[in-house]
């Protein structure tokens, strides 16, 4: 008996040895931005399918920020070194399709690696809805976020205000936070009411939120877009509103970039902010370990404004054209594996951002985790009453990079008082206008 | 006796001045090693505590997990190391050209080495990172070292250094029949040792400094150097987290103050007087 | 002519340069010369698209506010920390010049901010600067009960800025310029003493003059130090912002290259900085060799 299983295990051994000799598993590079923890969650996600797949191998390497991402895939194209498979922002999208190098995954799946059984009606109707454009879906949705209202209801109580009624419209927001700031005895701010990182992810989002356009063309869906809509009233009043605030000292300015605003509100220096829902997970925990009660809600909206919505924002999985076939179809595998409901709920629950399937909404909704996680539900109910426009699909320009970044400077130069709010956006969006011109001369 | 009172408490002013001058210079890097062994709630704190309660060293396990700074680290060294030997090696030989040979076109070539004294590697990375990866070295240390290899800065200086050797020597060691290469490695280099580890410092610190160049040829984790761990620190935090991102911070900038005071007798004399007399 | 010469070795110091030119080439010679052919085009992104477009890159630059901007702006930059940073460097070197014991401890520590990366030296300054848990804020609150926005403020991001280059390159200019006041011999000190001059005479008079030559290669150096190499520091500070306030030429350059995507225009722009490299080297080697004819 020892003998034979010694026997067996010899074998094994020589038969494992002998496939790898014969069959080189396929390798697949896949180029991310999730640093830190999610970034971990990332590579289990990646060693799961490397365990379950003999015969591929994908490596999994974290190329930075988005921006860096989206440089180095250019860069490594120029050199013929690119990966597989990119990870890229939503706003890159309009880029990527221009940049010649993608295949689209409907096309990945269907023609070249010939997988019937994918069901391409499986994703949230509003994440599809971002990334089809010209009827296909061109790149696969992998973490999607949307931005929602954080606030601190211990704050809310003690200001006097009902924690289970947060602000629903601009009018509110501030006469909320003017409740809620509190100044010391010598005139200095202890906590402010409200706080917004500069990010100009959030102007967008509160334009879609007035179901107002960002560019004309259909936010640059129906054709490539030529003007900017920064200089119109839904824009400018929310930038308005947001100097408004700042200068009656209820709203921090915490400067550019998502830290400095996160910090003042985990901090407990001010009540109020507003910031992605791939947040809620890492908040909730804070809010757990300082002892106070958060409270999470739909972003507001200007008095008698229709009600759009938000915009699917996080990024996408592009293919990458050159490439042999072979590989390909192993990327396509890998791509059609982290649609799967296992994977998803995986996703989601660790990191806070969205499932983008169906199947695995469905099952968090079976499973309570959303009657446990109140936050959670918030989040998912306002990306799904959103009302399906072109506003709250999402614009597609080719500059969106750049246009985020003069959005920002346009925020800046207004709390700054170097600029009326409609003077910084007609700049914003005259600048646009220019970049949109020399970037469209280039496909013509 | 008053004399020497009054020399006493004027030596006793200079030196309290030093002091806390000393403490305004070294103040980033004090208050950074404060704060990195502080945990949050100490940092965040009002007013800010400038002594740690206690030692606290999570912050270190911490960033030192998050970014494998461990890796990072043997990276930087090892690529500073290359390039700390590789533009030593190739600024001697070329310093010695300069300065004991007469040679067609030496004053050409020489204007073409030292024009690039000061010529930024911001001015040519688009075209030079093509140009790396079309030789197959992204993501390599050959490609993160070889921009570096090449140093008008150490041939120059080099060549100021052989010139100031007593031209003596030179005719003794030929009349030896001593020929150029064994001149160099046998009488040259030996004389030149506190000029070479001076330089070799300097080229130490340039590779182990650098952030653009690494930011652009690396992708991959387990290649990355330390400067990039620096800015690794800020994005990944999930929230500024200060202690820790001043603890990796620490770890980053020690090996460079160690090696600075190692070599900084050579490098002061060594360099600074050359740099400028010639 | 000179015997001592390896004359008769006619292809030695070929050999021995040979190593040096073939890096210089590839790395160095090339990519420059690529950089200046890439500036005459327009490009797209992923160079799906490239086309010839003469002088477009350099009008559009000159044309638009936001590069001219910059420049004015590296300009005063490049301007006060340059005097600012000398000047604390010079009256430092002077300091630790004395005979005292234990003077090289304290010229150590001035000496270290020049080990220090640029990425380090804005990684130590954002954090003193930073709003919530900084210490320089909780210094002026406690001294004078003001408190600054630092970085988020145009005007004192810009001196936040001007604060970490000036700290970052003193160790530089301390080696310096103590190395040239080192070289002043004592005799002359003293034979102005005995002529009845006073320290700030002395200074004035002797010391400042007989170290121009140091000075004068510290601003060339500074001027590329602060130019190229402060990209460390805003990208880590402020990332050019807030309203462009600390968006120098550098930095902008950057912007066009890695976030905009428009290569030729960031070609163009490095080689307007090349110009000026170029300008400066001259009058460094004007400086070199005079300094040799001296010799």
Redo the contacts between chains.
């Keep these: 008996m020892r003998k034979f299983s010694f026997l067996m295990v010899i074998v094994f051994v020589f038969l494992l040895t002998f496939s790898a000799v014969a069959q080189e598993p396929v390798t697949i590079e896949f180029?991310h931005a999730m640093?830190?923890?999610n970034?971990e969650i990332v590579n289990t996600l990646v060693e799961r399918f490397n365990e379950s797949h003999d015969n591929i191998q994908v490596e999994a390497?974290?190329?930075?920020?988005y921006?860096?991402t989206?440089?180095?895939t250019?860069?490594?194209?120029?050199?013929?070194?690119a990966p597989h498979i990119v990870q890229i922002y939503e706003i890159g999208t309009q880029?990527m399709l221009?940049?010649?190098?993608i295949i689209p995954v409907e096309e990945l799946g269907r023609e070249v690696a010939q997988d019937n059984n994918f069901d391409w009606g499986k994703f949230l109707i509003p994440v599809s809805n971002y990334y089809n454009v010209n009827g296909q879906l061109n790149s696969m949705p992998f973490n999607s976020s949307t931005p929602i209202l954080y606030y601190n209801k211990d704050a809310f109580r003690e200001a006097g205000l009902d924690p289970n009624r947060p602000p629903q419209t601009f009018e509110e927001l501030k006469e909320y936070a003017r409740k809620l700031t509190i100044r010391g005895e010598?005139g200095?701010v202890e906590r402010y009411g409200f706080t917004l990182g500069?990010v100009g992810w959030f102007v967008e989002q509160m334009v879609a939120n007035q179901d107002a356009l960002l560019v004309n063309n259909e936010n640059g869906r129906s054709a490539r877009a030529t003007e900017s809509y920064l200089d119109q009233e839904p824009a400018v009043r929310f930038i308005r509103l947001w100097k408004e605030m700042v200068d009656e000292g209820i709203m921090l300015?915490?400067?550019?970039?998502w830290?400095?605003a996160?910090?003042?509100f985990?901090?407990g220096?001010a009540a109020m902010m507003i910031e992605s829902t791939a947040q809620v997970t890492?908040f909730t925990e804070n809010a757990k370990n300082d002892g106070y009660e958060l409270g999470t809600a739909f972003l507001p909206r200007p008095e008698g404004v229709d009600r759009g919505g938000v915009v699917i924002g996080g990024a996408s999985l592009w293919a990458v054209r050159d490439h042999p076939e072979e590989e390909l179809k192993a990327a396509w595998e890998f791509l059609s594996f982290l649609t799967e409901m296992e994977q998803q709920v995986y996703w989601f629950e660790n990191t806070g951002y969205f499932p983008v399937t169906k199947a695995a909404v469905e099952h968090e909704m079976n499973g309570q985790f959303f009657a446990k996680n109140p936050n959670h539900l918030t989040a998912f109910l306002q990306l799904l009453l959103s009302k399906r426009s072109p506003a709250t699909q999402g614009a597609l320009i080719?500059?969106f990079?750049?246009v985020r970044?003069i959005v920002?400077?346009a925020v800046?130069?207004t709390?700054?008082g170097?600029l009326t709010p409609q003077e910084a956006m007609d700049e914003a969006a005259a600048?646009v206008d220019r970049?949109l011109e020399?970037?469209n001369s280039?496909?013509e | 006796m008053r004399k020497s009172r009054k020399d006493f408490l004027n030596k006793l002013f200079i030196h309290l001045l030093l002091i806390v001058i000393s403490f305004i210079v070294l103040m980033p890097i004090l208050l950074a090693l404060s704060v990195s062994f502080q945990p949050r709630d100490q940092i965040f704190s009002y007013p800010p505590s400038l002594i740690p309660e206690r030692l606290y060293f999570d912050n270190y396990i911490n960033a030192w997990n998050l970014v494998n700074l461990d890796r990072l680290l043997l990276n930087s060294l090892f690529a500073s190391i290359i390039v700390m030997f590789g533009k030593l090696a190739l600024g001697v030989l070329s310093g010695y050209a300069f300065s004991h040979f007469e040679f067609k076109y030496k004053k050409t070539l020489f204007f073409a080495i030292l024009f690039t004294l000061m010529l930024p590697m911001q001015v040519r990375v688009v075209p030079l990172f093509v140009f790396v990866s079309n030789l197959g070295l992204a993501n390599t240390y050959s490609g993160l070292v070889l921009p570096f290899l090449a140093s008008a800065t150490t041939t120059f200086l080099m060549r100021q250094h052989f010139l100031t050797i007593p031209k003596s020597l030179m005719e003794s060691a030929q009349l030896d029949g001593c020929g150029p290469f064994r001149f160099l490695f046998q009488i040259l280099i030996p004389l030149s040792g506190p000029a070479l580890a001076g330089l070799a410092t300097v080229n130490f610190l340039v590779m182990w400094n650098a952030y653009l160049w690494p930011l652009i040829i690396l992708n991959s984790d387990e290649m990355k150097v330390a400067q990039q761990g620096v800015k690794m620190l800020f994005t990944s935090a999930s929230e500024r987290d200060w202690g820790l991102i001043m603890a990796g911070t620490i770890i980053v900038v020690i090996p460079t103050i160690i090696v600075f005071l190692l070599a900084q007798k050579f490098f002061v004399k060594g360099i600074a007087t050359q740099g400028i007399k010639e | 002519m000179k015997e001592q010469d390896y004359d008769s070795h006619f292809s030695v110091p070929y050999l021995l340069i040979l190593p040096s030119m073939i890096i210089l080439t590839f790395f160095l010679y090339w990519p420059t010369v690529q950089s200046v052919i890439l500036s005459l085009y327009r490009t797209a992104p992923f160079g799906s698209r490239k086309i010839y477009s003469g002088f477009d890159n350099y009008i559009n630059l000159f044309t638009d506010p936001t590069y001219r901007a910059s420049l004015v702006r590296t300009s005063v930059f490049v301007l006060v920390t340059i005097f600012g940073g000398l000047a604390i460097s010079l009256i430092l070197s002077v300091l630790v010049n004395q005979k005292l014991k234990g003077i090289k401890i304290y010229r150590t520590i001035f000496f270290i901010p020049y080990a220090i990366s640029p990425t380090v030296s804005g990684s130590l300054w954002v954090f003193l600067l930073n709003p919530v848990a900084g210490h320089i804020n909780y210094f002026l609150d406690l001294l004078f009960n003001i408190q600054i926005p630092w970085l988020t403020n145009g005007f004192f991001a810009f001196i936040a800025i001007i604060i970490a280059t000036i700290w970052k390159n003193m160790g530089f200019n301390i080696i310096f310029f103590l190395a040239g006041l080192q070289s002043i011999p004592d005799s002359v000190y003293e034979s102005a003493r005995i002529d009845g001059a006073n320290s700030f005479q002395i200074f004035r008079k002797i010391t400042v003059p007989l170290l121009s030559p140091t000075t004068f290669y510290l601003i060339i150096m500074n001027i590329i130090f602060t130019v190229f190499q402060s990209f460390g520091i805003v990208d880590i500070m402020t990332q050019g912002g807030p309203a462009d306030a600390t968006n120098i030429l550098i930095y902008q350059l950057y912007r066009d290259m890695f976030v905009n995507f428009r290569l030729g225009l960031a070609a163009a722009q490095s080689v307007i900085l090349l110009i000026l490299v170029l300008i400066v080297t001259f009058f460094h080697f004007k400086f070199v060799s005079k300094g040799v004819h001296y010799q």
Excluded: H, M
Excluded at chain 1, 74 to 81: I, L, M, N, R, T
Excluded at chain 1, 98 to 101: A, E, F, K, L, P
């Design positions: 180029w640093g830190g923890f970034g390497q974290n190329t930075g920020s921006n860096d989206l440089t180095k250019q860069a490594a194209v120029q050199s013929g070194s880029v221009d940049s010649g190098i010598d200095n500069i300015n915490p400067g550019r970039g830290d400095g996160k910090q003042a985990l901090s220096r890492n080719g500059t990079p750049e970044q920002e400077e800046e130069k709390l700054q170097d600048r970049s020399q970037y280039l496909y």
